[in-house]
Protein backbone atom coordinates (compact mmCIF):
# COMPACT_ATOMS: atom_id res chain seq x y z
CA UNK A 1 0.00 0.00 0.00
CA UNK A 2 1.18 3.54 -0.80
CA UNK A 3 2.39 5.83 1.64
CA UNK A 4 -0.66 7.50 3.19
CA UNK A 5 -3.46 5.16 1.41
CA UNK A 6 -6.14 4.34 3.93
CA UNK A 7 -6.97 0.68 3.60
CA UNK A 8 -9.15 -0.87 0.99
CA UNK A 9 -12.70 -1.08 3.37
CA UNK A 10 -12.11 3.09 4.00
CA UNK A 11 -12.39 4.13 0.16
CA UNK A 12 -14.63 1.81 -1.26
CA UNK A 13 -18.09 2.98 -3.21
CA UNK A 14 -20.71 0.55 -0.62
CA UNK A 15 -23.31 -2.14 -2.75
CA UNK A 16 -25.20 -2.25 0.58
CA UNK A 17 -28.56 -1.24 0.83
CA UNK A 18 -30.57 -0.93 3.84
CA UNK A 19 -34.03 -1.90 4.07
CA UNK A 20 -37.14 -1.72 6.27
CA UNK A 21 -38.33 -5.03 4.93
CA UNK A 22 -39.08 -8.65 6.67
CA UNK A 23 -36.53 -11.27 5.23
CA UNK A 24 -39.10 -14.33 5.16
CA UNK A 25 -40.65 -11.95 2.12
CA UNK A 26 -37.63 -12.55 -0.04
CA UNK A 27 -38.39 -14.37 -2.84
CA UNK A 28 -35.47 -14.58 -4.86
CA UNK A 29 -31.88 -14.74 -4.58
CA UNK A 30 -29.81 -16.00 -0.93
CA UNK A 31 -30.89 -15.43 2.28
CA UNK A 32 -28.08 -15.58 4.76
CA UNK A 33 -28.66 -15.45 8.63
CA UNK A 34 -26.77 -16.75 11.36
CA UNK A 35 -27.76 -19.75 13.45
CA UNK A 36 -26.04 -21.20 17.01
CA UNK A 37 -24.32 -24.68 16.81
CA UNK A 38 -26.98 -26.18 19.76
CA UNK A 39 -29.18 -27.37 16.59
CA UNK A 40 -32.03 -24.67 18.08
CA UNK A 41 -33.63 -22.09 16.14
CA UNK A 42 -36.31 -20.73 18.35
CA UNK A 43 -35.91 -17.11 18.45
CA UNK A 44 -35.09 -14.05 16.08
CA UNK A 45 -34.56 -14.60 12.16
CA UNK A 46 -34.07 -18.01 12.26
CA UNK A 47 -36.87 -18.69 14.25
CA UNK A 48 -39.01 -16.94 11.52
CA UNK A 49 -37.19 -18.33 8.64
CA UNK A 50 -37.81 -21.75 10.07
CA UNK A 51 -41.29 -20.75 10.60
CA UNK A 52 -41.88 -19.77 6.27
CA UNK A 53 -38.96 -22.43 5.40
CA UNK A 54 -39.77 -25.45 7.46
CA UNK A 55 -37.18 -27.36 5.61
CA UNK A 56 -34.54 -25.28 6.55
CA UNK A 57 -34.33 -26.75 10.59
CA UNK A 58 -33.78 -30.34 9.32
CA UNK A 59 -30.63 -29.80 6.94
CA UNK A 60 -29.42 -27.62 9.80
CA UNK A 61 -29.26 -30.01 12.25
CA UNK A 62 -27.60 -33.06 10.04
CA UNK A 63 -25.18 -30.46 9.03
CA UNK A 64 -24.04 -29.98 12.58
CA UNK A 65 -24.80 -33.65 13.11
CA UNK A 66 -22.19 -34.54 10.55
CA UNK A 67 -19.30 -32.36 12.25
CA UNK A 68 -19.92 -29.11 10.81
CA UNK A 69 -19.49 -26.20 13.00
CA UNK A 70 -18.38 -22.19 13.50
CA UNK A 71 -18.38 -20.70 10.73
CA UNK A 72 -19.74 -22.98 7.86
CA UNK A 73 -22.26 -22.61 5.64
CA UNK A 74 -25.77 -25.44 5.60
CA UNK A 75 -27.47 -24.32 1.95
CA UNK A 76 -30.63 -25.15 1.21
CA UNK A 77 -32.31 -24.37 -1.87
CA UNK A 78 -36.32 -23.65 -0.71
CA UNK A 79 -37.69 -22.80 -4.01
CA UNK A 80 -36.13 -22.68 -7.72
CA UNK A 81 -35.18 -18.62 -7.04
CA UNK A 82 -34.63 -18.75 -3.65
CA UNK A 83 -31.35 -20.34 -1.64
CA UNK A 84 -30.63 -20.22 2.36
CA UNK A 85 -27.52 -19.86 3.81
CA UNK A 86 -27.90 -21.41 7.18
CA UNK A 87 -24.31 -20.25 8.89
CA UNK A 88 -23.13 -21.17 11.94
CA UNK A 89 -22.30 -18.05 14.05
CA UNK A 90 -22.36 -18.56 17.34
CA UNK A 91 -21.85 -21.49 19.73
CA UNK A 92 -24.56 -21.18 21.95
CA UNK A 93 -27.41 -18.33 22.78
CA UNK A 94 -29.20 -16.38 25.20
CA UNK A 95 -31.16 -13.66 26.66
CA UNK A 96 -30.86 -10.47 24.58
CA UNK A 97 -28.33 -8.52 26.42
CA UNK A 98 -26.67 -10.78 28.46
CA UNK A 99 -23.62 -11.29 26.94
CA UNK A 100 -21.70 -12.05 23.57
CA UNK A 101 -22.63 -15.25 21.86
CA UNK A 102 -21.43 -14.08 18.40
CA UNK A 103 -18.34 -14.93 16.50
CA UNK A 104 -16.77 -12.49 14.42
CA UNK A 105 -14.54 -15.03 12.83
CA UNK A 106 -17.16 -17.09 12.64
CA UNK A 107 -19.30 -14.41 10.54
CA UNK A 108 -16.80 -13.83 8.30
CA UNK A 109 -15.54 -16.78 7.25
CA UNK A 110 -19.68 -17.58 6.52
CA UNK A 111 -19.85 -14.25 5.18
CA UNK A 112 -16.94 -14.89 2.59
CA UNK A 113 -18.65 -18.28 1.19
CA UNK A 114 -21.90 -16.98 1.10
CA UNK A 115 -20.33 -14.14 -0.72
CA UNK A 116 -18.28 -16.17 -3.68
CA UNK A 117 -21.83 -18.17 -3.71
CA UNK A 118 -23.67 -15.24 -4.07
CA UNK A 119 -21.14 -13.78 -7.06
CA UNK A 120 -21.10 -17.20 -8.86
CA UNK A 121 -24.85 -16.83 -8.94
CA UNK A 122 -25.10 -13.04 -9.71
CA UNK A 123 -27.43 -13.16 -6.27
CA UNK A 124 -28.15 -10.46 -4.51
CA UNK A 125 -27.30 -11.46 -1.11
CA UNK A 126 -30.18 -10.88 1.82
CA UNK A 127 -29.00 -10.63 5.16
CA UNK A 128 -30.34 -9.49 8.80
CA UNK A 129 -27.74 -7.42 11.09
CA UNK A 130 -26.20 -10.93 11.52
CA UNK A 131 -24.54 -11.00 15.51
CA UNK A 132 -26.31 -7.84 16.13
CA UNK A 133 -29.21 -8.15 18.29
CA UNK A 134 -28.77 -11.29 19.93
CA UNK A 135 -25.32 -12.41 19.26
CA UNK A 136 -24.29 -9.70 21.29
CA UNK A 137 -22.07 -7.88 18.92
CA UNK A 138 -22.22 -4.00 17.21
CA UNK A 139 -23.00 -4.86 13.72
CA UNK A 140 -21.82 -1.56 12.65
CA UNK A 141 -18.55 -2.09 14.17
CA UNK A 142 -17.73 -5.69 14.12
CA UNK A 143 -19.63 -6.98 11.36
CA UNK A 144 -20.29 -4.18 8.76
CA UNK A 145 -16.46 -4.12 7.61
CA UNK A 146 -16.41 -7.33 6.47
CA UNK A 147 -19.68 -7.18 5.06
CA UNK A 148 -19.00 -4.45 3.31
CA UNK A 149 -15.63 -5.66 2.25
CA UNK A 150 -16.60 -8.57 0.99
CA UNK A 151 -19.55 -7.02 -1.18
CA UNK A 152 -16.50 -5.23 -2.70
CA UNK A 153 -14.22 -7.87 -3.22
CA UNK A 154 -17.09 -10.32 -4.96
CA UNK A 155 -19.17 -7.44 -6.71
CA UNK A 156 -22.01 -8.69 -4.79
CA UNK A 157 -24.85 -6.49 -3.86
CA UNK A 158 -26.09 -6.84 -0.40
CA UNK A 159 -29.48 -5.93 1.10
CA UNK A 160 -29.33 -5.70 4.96
CA UNK A 161 -33.10 -6.40 6.47
CA UNK A 162 -34.45 -4.65 9.35
CA UNK A 163 -37.63 -5.89 10.43
CA UNK A 164 -40.21 -3.21 10.20
Known amino acids: MRKGASPPFLCMTTNIRFEDRDITTVTDGII????????VMNSGVAKDLRASFPQIFDKYVAH??????????CW???TPTLLIANSI???SYGAIGSGVYASVSAIAAALKEVMQRAA???AVLYMPRIGGLRGGLNFTCEVLPA???LSQEHNVAVVICDKP
Not at 32 to 39: D, E, V, W
Not at 64 to 73: E, N, V
Open 120 to 122: ELD
Open 76 to 78: VQV
Open 32 to 39: MHGCNAAR
Open 89 to 91: TQQ
Open 147 to 149: VEY
Open 64 to 73: LDAGYGLGTT
